[in-house]
């Protein structure tokens, strides 16, 4: 009797192992299910582009553009080819002049003659209190939906190896020389 | 002798677990063997770079040029420095004409002067029935070898938080002004 | 009394077992330690930027630039928006005229007025013996910190899927027209 109850006992414990082995294993397979995020974080980010009058105040300017294009004013064709070098303040609110906690830093270029849209990449430069290092994104913004998925490929320092789906909502417009977009950042791997 | 033989069964079964677990706990060391895709993708897309007279088919275009360039036709030097804005269909088939199933967006540049080769920064854009979401790309793309591959670096939706290879060969090249690019995606991180 | 000692016995294997797999699992858990590299590679590389004059040594080209600059000299405010592409010899020392093992092959662009930083996408080609395939690197380089970490997001070949931090320093920099930075790559994911 007594070795049954130890057998079993023991079967349950190979079973937890097991069990714990292979969901783990599980991670590499296909299909698996969505992982619920290992942290969470708000941001806005705010884009004063350079339009030839606003040196002091730009934080972003053109850079290149189709033959069509100048470097000064946005072009036509929904700016396709006009790209974009910036270094924005991120703050923690929706507000332009809140202390910024970092500086989105990178490109983006608008890539489509008949709608709106755009593909992206920079990297959060932190510098704060809160959080040191830096999280890098790519994708495509389709500018003209709400809300649109872009990638979390990499980070540093607190952001480490990180991976992710950043969320970017366009949170203000004001013309072609200010918008702040808001992101949503869920990271799901995180060390 | 019973109690041996339950030894050696329980051996087995701990061996089994440990080899598991083992293989599990390998998959984040070095040299593991390849992993098997979790999915595999086969696309077509199709670029038609403006030369200052096809407005109306170009699907992409010059923004930047080293300073012996211009953007209306590719620079010597093997187009060292030319940089392409696109905005490309996506088939299924080799056919320009086929129905799209989403669209490649992003740039390449040109970057040996000895040779052909680019780099490249990517989305594959889905909005179809079979596919929605997007897939993230860059890589050095060595455009005089019959195949090379890419990294496949994030995704969106169906290929959320995705990671593989594509295999870029050249479907087809008229000219400088068309080409085709077969893209074969392996995905080996699926959610 | 025999019995005990063989369940503590069982009890140590278990542990061991569980040990194992509960790191692994912890693997993809939020806030895991630190990983140790699972490769540890280290490579320079140099950087002539054509300047107007050094046509037949430049190994880079300005290809894009603000409005108030050209793509023959860096503009003023500490460069922001020069984008640079660049096919650089990549080297095991610090000796630009030792044998390359490969081309740094990508672009960056300098993207802050204040102060002298840039944002780099690149690839590691090699084609040696010791290495075949490509590592894909972006990140935020701010240029005037000793060491400055970037994320490597990819590769192909030898380097199949791997992920990690490549650490850049400034090794040598010689007024605008050369520089050479040392590379430290630690890579985490392997296969």
């Known amino acids: 009797m007594e070795k049954v109850m130890k057998e079993k006992r023991l079967s349950s414990i190979l079973f937890i192992v097991v069990f714990l082995c292979g969901s783990t294993s599980m991670a590499h397979k296909p299909f698996r299910q969505l992982p619920q995020p290992c942290n969470h974080l708000v941001f806005y980010f705010h884009d004063v582009i350079y339009n ?29 080819g006009d790209m974009v070098v910036f270094d924005d303040p991120i703050t923690l609110d929706n507000n332009l002049h809140s202390r910024p906690v970092g500086r989105a830093q990178g490109m983006f270029f608008y890539d489509k ?25 790519v994708g495509a913004d389709i500018l003209m939906n709400k809300t649109r998925d ?42």
């Open 113 to 137: 003659k008949e709608i709106f849209t755009a593909w992206v990449a920079f990297s959060f430069v932190f510098n704060s209190t809160n959080h040191k290092g830096s999280i890098d994104f």
């Open 52 to 80: 030839g009058e606003n040196a002091g105040n730009a934080t972003s300017a053109i850079v290149a553009a189709p033959s069509w294009g100048n470097r000064t004013i946005l072009s036509g064709l929904n700016h396709f």
């Open 150 to 191: 872009i990638s979390v490929i990499g980070g540093t320092g607190d952001f480490f190896m990180t991976r992710g789906i950043a969320t970017l909502s366009t949170d203000a417009m004001e013309g072609e020389v200010y918008f702040r977009l808001r992101v949503d950042i869920n990271l799901y791997e995180c060390y």
